[in-house]
């Protein structure tokens, strides 16, 4: 199956990170290193296995009370 490599737009909506939140995280070496696509080109991608595994051990490390979903402010008055 050939690796699909997603361009900066796509990786922002999957992980729901900033581009400067995205390139931080890839100079701290806590994120995927993007692949440039072409000799001399600029424009970069990232592999989507590689991104889809960061994100896989973020859900894997987390505490389960940062993936439950929130009460609405409503339900926390009144509970």
Do not use: H
Request: charged share 20%.
């Amino acid at each position: 199956m050939p690796t699909k490599i997603l361009r900066l737009p796509s990786v922002k909506a999957i992980t729901g990170l900033s581009r400067s939140s995205i390139y931080k995280k890839v100079s701290d070496g806590t994120f995927p290193v993007p692949v440039r696509l072409g000799v001399g080109a600029r424009a970069v991608g990232w592999y989507e296995c590689q991104v889809n595994e960061w994100l896989e051990s973020l859900s894997a490390t987390a505490p389960a009370a940062v993936l439950e979903a929130p009460q609405s402010r409503q339900t926390q008055l009144f509970t």
